[in-house]
């Protein structure tokens, strides 16, 4: 079995001006898998972009607008079997509370409240979660302008309520240390200006 993961992801890139920001992040993710005669790959892409004002030195608050795109593919013998694409879009405001600031590192929680609905083309089916979660994330000034940033996902901890709009389909509900999909944590530049 071959497995080939590709990702390319760009995390926090804020622009600072009269305590108004704003930032994002950009995923990519390929699989492809074999076993004899059956193919199954995925293409997986995200963008995240923030907005957001900082109130004072430890507190500062926004908007993450989210959207998803995944697209799964089987062939058995050269054939296309099964395509599937699922998007999601949401929504999900913040607030940051720095609590921790030794030299160039700061520590900061990053508390928010979301909302996503996902669209399953292949079942027809709409999907709405929302929640709270609560995140550590750890940030290394380089320059006057540049740090590195680390959000701590496998660390995060909260809530999750889905329900689908499929006749008898159960809701679910999540509660726990990282809570949702998602990687264990993700790395990026900071630029300020």
């Not at 907005?51 to 054939?79: P, R």
């Not at 409240?113 to 290394?140: A, C, E, H, M, R």
Request: proline share 3%.
């Amino acid at each position: 079995m071959l497995i080939l993961v590709l990702i390319f992801t760009t995390a926090v890139v804020p622009v600072f001006a009269n305590g108004k920001w704003i930032a994002g992040s950009i995923s990519y993710e390929s699989t492809n898998t074999k076993n004899g005669t059956e193919n199954y790959s995925s293409t997986t892409w995200s963008a995240d972009p923030e907005i957001g004002y900082v109130f004072n030195k430890k507190w500062s608050g926004g908007l993450i607008v989210t959207y998803s795109s995944k697209q799964n593919t089987t062939e058995y013998a050269g054939f296309n079997f099964a395509r599937d694409n699922v998007r999601t879009i949401g929504a999900a405001p913040f607030v940051k509370y720095k609590f921790l600031i030794i030299g160039n590192f700061t520590a900061f929680i990053k508390g928010k409240i979301f909302y996503n609905n996902t669209k399953v083309d292949s079942q027809n089916i709409s999907i709405n979660s929302y929640g709270v979660s609560i995140l550590p994330v750890i940030d290394y000034k380089l320059t006057d302008t540049w740090s590195a940033c680390a959000a701590l996902n496998f660390a995060s901890i909260g809530y999750m309520h889905s329900t689908s709009d499929q006749s008898g389909s159960p809701s679910s509900d999540e509660f726990g240390l990282r809570t949702g999909n998602g990687s264990l944590f993700n790395v990026g530049l900071v630029y300020h200006f």
